[in-house]
């Protein structure tokens, strides 16, 4: 079934096959927005009396029929059938004769992929949202729990100053604050209604575009109806490098926590259930998680440069090149989703040890504390730094694990309350309710 063939002319085969690609798995995730796509379409041609308002009523109300059918997790596109688009001009021409026709007047099927990609990509980055504020709420309610337990802070991977739990756990949940602003931008142009713009260079039908904006719940459109067309493949670039900066976070925090549970560190334990054995030895409790969390997180990392050497070079209007980059775009929100659920998970479950600075290996981390009071008694830093350090080398250092830390973000003061509000602020300029209440009025 293709919608799309010339009367007398058709694809051989291998060309075909090659062209349409894995497109029909990932026309799966479009389907249920194409049919929202659809159905603020045809209420926008009735209102320029290209239907009727009777063909109206029954378009909208097949479709609404059909999007309960393609969402439903068992849905599959039959065989034989070209994509996603295709199958649902079939139904309602099927169920309601030539009316079902009429849906693709005023568009394309270049703008009608493009919607529904920013659609999903909407829908998609809900779900990111809520994942990661579900895992910073988690951090910081660690960081509360645990501010008080010492631990050691590197730099160049050596001993360095003291640092804590609270910290550690907190500068996570700061570091998920900024890489939601970005994710926030990258909304904001997801958040744009392609619609009309056809084939990329607009339709000579007197067509309302602001209207189906409005329905679908889009803050606004894509205005120059060539640069709805040039917005794909920059869209998804910039969304991935939004993706990548969680996953960057993700990908530190798995690798702190592989070396913290390694014996030489034991900073940190999982019960056995959480970890994985080994096939020869007994004592083995791996942190695959994690592992597999820095793995995948760090091949999210490298989406953003896929995607902008397979767009590399193009010029202005549609190619075929675009089709490739649901491929890898696609398949991050879940993994991304999944690595964030993992770590909420493991870091639920986490053991913290709390006598850590005891062992004097770590004693130190605390030669800058020693300065520290010999300055705030009166004597210059630079003097104060050699007195310690003559102390060190003589083996006389003496420290105490008493500190006094209290300015703003530091382990005595780590302002918990205010990174929350900042979280807050971001999560909040989203506005996911406006297109969530513009989809239920369409499925109405």
């Not at 994942?131 to 309610?141: N, P």
Request: a negative charge.
């Amino acid at each position: 079934m293709k919608l799309w063939s010339k009367q007398n002319t058709s694809t051989t085969q291998l060309v075909e096959q090659f062209t349409v690609g894995k497109d029909k798995d990932f026309d799966q995730l479009l389907a249920p927005f194409d049919v929202l796509g659809s159905i603020a379409h045809v209420k926008m041609l009735a209102s320029i009396g290209l239907i009727s308002a009777a063909e109206l009523q029954a378009l909208v109300k097949e479709l609404q029929a059909i999007y309960q059918i393609v969402s439903a997790p068992t849905f599959v596109i039959p065989d034989g059938v070209e994509d996603i688009h295709s199958y649902v001009e079939f139904l309602l021409t099927k169920n309601l004769g030539e009316m079902g026709k009429k849906i693709h007047s005023a568009r394309s099927r270049n703008d009608q992929v493009l919607v529904d990609i920013k659609l999903y990509l909407r829908a998609a980055i809900q779900t990111v949202v809520e994942s990661t504020s579900r895992l910073f709420e988690l951090l910081q309610a660690q960081s509360e729990k645990h501010q008080s337990v010492l631990l050691p802070g590197y730099t160049h991977l050596q001993l360095a100053m003291p640092s804590s739990f609270g910290l550690w756990f907190g500068a996570y949940a700061e570091s998920l604050v900024d890489d939601l602003i970005t994710l926030e931008a990258a909304y904001q142009i997801v958040n744009k209604n392609p619609l009309g713009s056809a084939a990329g260079y607009g339709s000579s039908f007197p067509i309302n575009r602001q209207m189906t904006t409005e329905l679908l719940g889009f803050d606004t459109m894509h205005v120059n109806v060539v640069y709805a067309q040039m917005g794909r493949g920059k869209t998804e670039r910039i969304v991935a490098a939004a993706l990548a900066n969680i996953a960057d976070t993700l990908s530190r925090l798995s690798m702190d926590a592989c070396l913290y549970l390694n014996q030489n560190f034991a900073f940190i334990s999982f019960p056995a259930d959480l970890t994985t054995g080994s096939s020869i030895m007994p004592h083995k409790k791996n942190p695959d998680v994690f592992e597999l969390t820095r793995a995948y997180c760090n091949r999210i990392k490298a989406l953003p440069n896929e995607i902008i050497v397979m767009t590399a070079n193009l010029p202005s209007g549609y190619h075929r090149d675009l089709q490739l980059l649901k491929e890898h775009l696609f398949p991050a929100f879940s993994e991304l989703n999944h690595c964030l659920n993992m770590m909420h998970l493991m870091l639920s479950h986490i053991q913290i040890n709390p006598t850590i600075v005891d062992d004097l290996k770590y004693q130190y981390m605390f030669s800058v504390e020693e300065v520290n009071k010999l300055v705030l008694q009166g004597l210059p830093f630079r003097d104060a730094y050699q007195q310690v350090g003559n102390a060190i080398e003589n083996g006389q250092f003496t420290y105490s694990t008493q500190l006094n830390h209290q300015h703003e973000g530091s382990m005595g003061n780590l302002c918990n309350a205010q990174i929350k509000m900042m979280m807050d602020t971001v999560t909040a300029r989203f506005q996911f309710n406006k297109a969530s209440h513009a989809i239920d009025a369409l499925l109405t």
